[in-house]
């Protein structure tokens, strides 16, 4: 499994460039200033980055029970990604929708938009850091 520096690592880099693109796309595509979009962020970057950290370490316990493996192939990337997206959909929309002053169908609606854009982001995103910072090929601890 990965290390605590490796998932702060790695949930602080796609937070942190995730948010780069989403702030001023989002603040275009929505039509709403880019302050606003920029708070949306910050507060989504934040809860996501708790998420991301809490997620991971759940779904890397889940897969070793599963499979007694941490190798992701791609069906098993898309239902990562699809899992994550959809947790944090529950999380945000509330507050979008109060913070920007929108039903809460309007905030969904928005937030699906955001969400294509993070499937797309999270899976390139995941597989780059993979290749780029490898988990280490140690074996498995025996069961006594």
């Given at each position: 499994?990965?290390?605590?520096?490796?998932?702060?690592?790695?949930?602080?880099?796609?937070?942190?460039?995730?948010?780069?693109?989403?702030?001023?796309?989002?603040?275009?595509?929505?039509?709403?200033?880019?302050?606003h979009?920029?708070?949306?962020?910050?507060?989504?970057?934040?809860?996501?980055?708790?998420?991301?950290?809490?997620?991971?370490?759940?779904?890397?316990?889940?897969?070793?029970?599963?499979?007694?493996?941490?190798?992701?192939?791609?069906?098993?990337?898309?239902?990562?990604?699809?899992?994550?997206?959809?947790?944090?959909i529950?999380?945000?929309?509330?507050?979008?929708a109060?913070?920007?002053?929108?039903?809460?169908?309007?905030?969904?609606?928005?937030?699906?938009?955001?969400?294509?854009?993070?499937?797309?982001?999270?899976?390139?995103?995941?597989?780059?850091?993979?290749?780029?910072?490898?988990?280490?090929?140690?074996?498995?601890?025996?069961?006594?």
């Amino acid at each position: 499994m990965r290390t605590f520096k490796d998932r702060v690592r790695h949930a602080v880099m796609f937070e942190l460039i995730g948010l780069a693109v989403f702030t001023p796309g989002a603040a275009l595509l929505f039509d709403q200033p880019i302050e606003h979009m920029g708070i949306v962020g910050i507060i989504s970057a934040t809860a996501a980055t708790i998420w991301n950290f809490l997620f991971n370490i759940g779904f890397d316990k889940a897969m070793l029970h599963g499979r007694g493996s941490l190798q992701k192939t791609i069906p098993i990337r898309i239902a990562h990604t699809a899992l994550f997206e959809a947790g944090l959909i529950v999380m945000l929309i509330p507050f979008v929708a109060w913070y920007l002053g929108i039903s809460l169908m309007a905030a969904l609606a928005m937030d699906v938009a955001i969400v294509g854009f993070y499937l797309v982001y999270a899976f390139v995103f995941n597989i780059a850091h993979d290749r780029a910072f490898p988990i280490g090929r140690k074996p498995l601890p025996r069961a006594s």
